[in-house]
């Protein structure tokens, strides 16, 4: 076998095919890498990963995109390729792990973890909020009359329905249980979040069908708002919480503001 330090020159045809198959890899997978870990923190991993060969490849690809083929493509080792597949396939695994931890698998909603990190990071950016924290009101009886598989298929069904109230850019969680949160972004006007709200209460006051079952449910919210109603995200929650639980002792199905 030929010394593994020996520097290889590779004709115009094999330019083509790396740089077809770089483009595709590239365009597929470093948009999802830059949204999860940020261009600087995908520069310092690459740059663990031999960054000048690496450099070296995106500046070929990038000719042959605009229709300047290189005479030849220089690398000083031939695992170069690989390497850079085996960052990449390393970076999506461990995704594919957080994503996990962070997902509740029921439902497929973000889980208690999940809406943590979201509500930290929008703390951290001093955004405001509205935070929906919603108990659904007559649940325990279908689990206790159909059972648990029924029960599971109400929730998934009203986390459809929670996901459809709400912007693609807003969390819908749930915390377990019949419990759930739902954070609207950039939210400081009540009467918009109001307006969100009963339409949420609609909707789950529709009769739910599971084949022929007719499950009808409501739904009791507590709301608050970030930052006036809490300085922190554990101060938000305990306040949505408490709110939620004064809407259930009033009467439940309906929908109470914090302050």
């Not at 020159?9 to 999860?36: D, K």
């Not at 030849?72 to 170069?80: A, F, G, Q, T, Y």
Request: aromatic letters at 6%.
């Amino acid at each position: 076998m030929k010394n593994l330090s020996q520097r290889y020159v590779i004709p115009v045809a094999a330019t083509l095919v790396v740089g077809a198959a770089l483009t595709f890899a590239i365009s597929a997978v470093f948009g999802t890498l830059i949204t999860i870990i940020g261009v600087l923190g995908f520069v310092a991993l690459l740059a663990r990963q031999d960054a000048a060969a690496i450099e070296q490849m995106r500046h070929a690809v990038e000719k042959i995109e605009s229709g300047m083929v290189p005479d030849s493509l220089n690398l000083k080792r031939i695992d170069e390729i690989g390497n850079l597949a085996a960052a990449i396939g390393r970076l999506s695994k461990a995704d594919k792990a957080t994503q996990q931890a962070n997902t509740d698998p029921l439902t497929g909603l973000a889980n208690r973890r999940g809406v943590l990190q979201k509500l930290d990071a929008a703390f951290k950016r001093q955004q405001p909020l509205a935070l929906l924290y919603i108990d659904l009101d007559k649940f325990k009886p279908v689990n206790d009359t159909y059972g648990h598989e029924a029960g599971d298929a109400v929730l998934r069904k009203v986390a459809e329905l929670f996901r459809a109230c709400v912007r693609e850019d807003d969390t819908v969680a749930r915390l377990g249980g019949d419990e759930f949160i739902i954070v609207l972004y950039g939210q400081s006007d009540k009467a918009l979040v109001e307006e969100r709200v009963k339409k949420i209460i609609d909707l789950i006051n529709e009769p739910i069908w599971l084949n022929d079952l007719r499950i009808k449910l409501g739904a009791s919210i507590g709301i608050t708002m970030a930052p006036t109603d809490g300085s922190t995200v554990e101060s938000l929650l305990q306040a949505a919480d408490e709110t939620m639980y004064a809407v259930k002792k009033a009467g439940r199905n309906g929908y109470r503001f914090y302050s």
